[in-house]
Every structure is written in C-alpha cells, then in structure tokens.
C-alpha cells in the first residue's frame, strides 16, 4: 500500500527552488536525495503544505507567493549603525565593508542573525536583515522518492 505523506511522515525526495525567471538557488536533482520527518524543522511550513497528500512518485512544480515561501521584505528589518561598530571588521583584510558584503551579529538572545550591508556612508552602515529571498515568489519542484508512515518503527533521518 502506498503511504501518502502527513504530518510525521517519513519523506525522501528531490526538490529545487528557484525565482520565478527560472534562477535555481538550491537544488538536489543531481545529488543524494533529501530524507526528513514532515514538521521537523527541516523545510518551511509553506514547501511542507504542499508535499501533503503527496505518494511515492509524485512531483510537484508550484510557484508560491512570499508570504508561503520566505516572507515579505520587511522595512523595518533595515537597519543603520554608526560605523564605529564595524570598526574590527574594516581593520581584517579578510572582512570588506561594502555594499553586498555578509556580515555576522548576535541577538538579543546570543543568536547568530546575518545582516547584508546596503549602503555604506561616512558615518553609518545600512544593514539589511531580511532573508535574502524575502519578498520572492519561489518557484518549488520536488519528486518524491518514498514515504514512510508517521507510526513505522525504526525511523532513522539523515538531515
């Protein structure tokens, strides 16, 4: 009998994400396929509603809105800091502070969070935190490869 996937499923596929013009950003159809347990963290909650329902041998190919995929771009997620902050960062040659550049932060709560630099001036630095894909539409293909009911014993996951 053939399991389709819910949540707790045991899912093994290939998927690919790209931007609605067709620029792939992430994809596994040429490597070793994905293997997770549906609502573990490991996909967002938009890519998993559509693997839903879904058996052994199904592909999917779906574009979804921002808001289902990354998120909205999000204003105020811009930030200006007064350039005395990166001040270690302008003095390793490994580490420029340009437009584009990743640069790393901690959190209120002691997280790593990543900050794209969008501006730099002689005083301040803008940096934007929001997912670098935020405010996308994603176009979402996968082809699933097995399915394993939430309830089978002996599950083992590679992430």
């Known amino acids: 009998m053939n399991c389709v996937i819910e949540p ?3 899912v093994r596929l290939y998927f690919s994400l790209a931007l609605s013009d067709g620029q ?4 596994n159809f040429n490597t070793e396929p994905a293997e997770f347990c549906l609502g573990d963290g490991s996909m967002l909650p938009g890519f998993e509603a559509q693997l839903l329902g879904k058996g052994s041998g199904d592909e999917i190919s779906v574009t979804l809105p921002p808001e289902q995929a990354f998120g909205e771009w999000n204003a105020a997620n811009l930030q200006h800091f007064h350039k005395d902050k990166f001040n270690q960062l302008l003095d390793d040659e490994f580490a ?3 437009k584009g550049a990743v640069i790393a932060f901690k ?11 969008t501006e730099k001036y002689d005083t301040s630095v ?3 935190f929001n997912h670098p894909l935020a405010g996308k539409a994603i176009v979402f293909r996968a082809k699933v490869l097995t399915v394993t009911a939430p309830d089978a014993q ?5 992430y």
């Open 8 to 10: 707790g499923s045991g």
């Open 24 to 27: 792939v950003i992430d994809s």
């Open 96 to 98: 420029r502070l340009e």
């Open 107 to 117: 959190d209120m709560a002691g997280f790593d969070i990543s900050g794209v630099v």
């Open 126 to 128: 803008g940096v934007d």
């Open 154 to 158: 002996g599950l083992s996951f590679k």
